[in-house]
């Protein structure tokens, strides 16, 4: 499931880069959303995807010159 969302997330991503931002059809005009909405949501669901491959558990941060 989170990877279907990701993979849409990617492909409206493709679509804005490639042009696709908004179009009109029969003098209505369809704007996609915003790229930094959807990168936000691509980052998002790319973390949560990773914490899920690793056991549902968090990542530990190590602090380099910290004991």
Excluded: P
């Excluded at 492909?11 to 005009?29: C, V």
């Excluded at 949501?41 to 549902?56: F, P, Q, S």
């Amino acid at each position: 499931m989170l990877q279907a969302r990701l993979d849409s997330v990617n492909e409206a991503i493709a679509n804005i880069e490639g042009g696709a931002q908004s179009y009109t059809l029969n003098g209505r005009t369809l704007t996609r959303g915003s790229l930094n909405a959807l990168y936000a949501e691509r980052d998002r669901l790319e973390m949560r995807i990773a914490i899920a491959a690793n056991g549902g558990r968090g990542f530990k941060a190590k602090y380099r010159g910290r004991s």
